[in-house]
T-cell receptor, first 115, second 114 residues
């Protein structure tokens, strides 16, 4: 079955540590996205990539980094510079970017907790 | 800039009753509009979308929404809800121009009880 996988489902991190969240898709989509979800705030865009080896900052990129070396993979690193990293992180992908005809498909999410 | 507002953070409703979840948008340009559903600890699933044409859009699970340009609204409705409809619902908008990002509302928690 085609889809998006995110791992791990739950992640615990000590303050001051970097951590990398995995996102893999087998939908052959060009565009991939990372969102952060906090209670009562909806989804906020962290980074997005329209094509391999290219990515752009979203609305809340500070303290995060990404890479897009392969079409199917878009890992997100939460660095120690992110002041409030505890949140639910969602990865998404679409055929192309930012078009009403390109539906975004979402992964199941990773819940990150900083201890 | 575009914004999407969901006026109700929570909507309690009894099973088999009708429900309306409200969404308003503000944009100086044409928009595409979407409703997504999120079940606990899961990702988002597209319910329906409005791109153009008929203002009444039908989606999955018996949901529908009506695009109202004069009132800048895109309210989601279901004539009879089920316990399994309990979830978080997000309205989202996208300007039809290029290089525009998908903007999400803050979500409405639909709680269906017996």
């Amino acid at each position: 079955d085609g889809g998006i996988t995110q791992s791990p489902k739950y992640l615990f991190r000590k303050e001051g540590q970097n951590v990398t969240l995995s996102c893999e898709q087998n939908l052959n989509h060009d565009a991939m996205y990372w969102y952060r979800q906090d209670p009562g705030q909806g989804l906020r865009l962290i980074y997005y990539s329209q094509i391999v080896n290219d990515f752009q900052k979203g609305d809340i990129a500070e303290g995060y980094s990404v890479s897009r070396e392969k079409k199917e993979s878009f890992p997100l690193t939460v660095t120690s510079a992110q002041k409030n990293p505890t949140a639910f992180y969602l990865c998404a992908s679409s055929k192309g970017s930012w078009s009403g005809h390109n539906e975004q498909f979402f992964g199941p999410g990773t819940r990150l907790t900083v201890l | 800039a575009q914004s999407v507002t969901q006026l109700d953070s929570q909507v309690p409703v009894f099973e088999e009753a009708p429900v309306e979840l409200r969404c308003n948008y503000s944009s100086s340009v044409s928009v595409y509009l979407f409703w997504y559903v999120q079940y606990p600890n899961q990702g988002l699933q597209l319910l329906l979308k409005y791109l153009s044409g008929s203002t009444l859009v039908k989606g999955i699970n018996g949901f529908e929404a009506e695009f109202n340009k004069s009132q800048t609204s895109f309210h989601l409705r279901k004539p009879s809800v089920h316990i399994s409809d309990t979830a978080e619902y997000f309205c989202a908008g996208l300007n039809t121009g290029t290089a525009s990002k998908l903007t999400f509302g803050t979500g409405t928690r639909l709680q269906v009880t017996l």
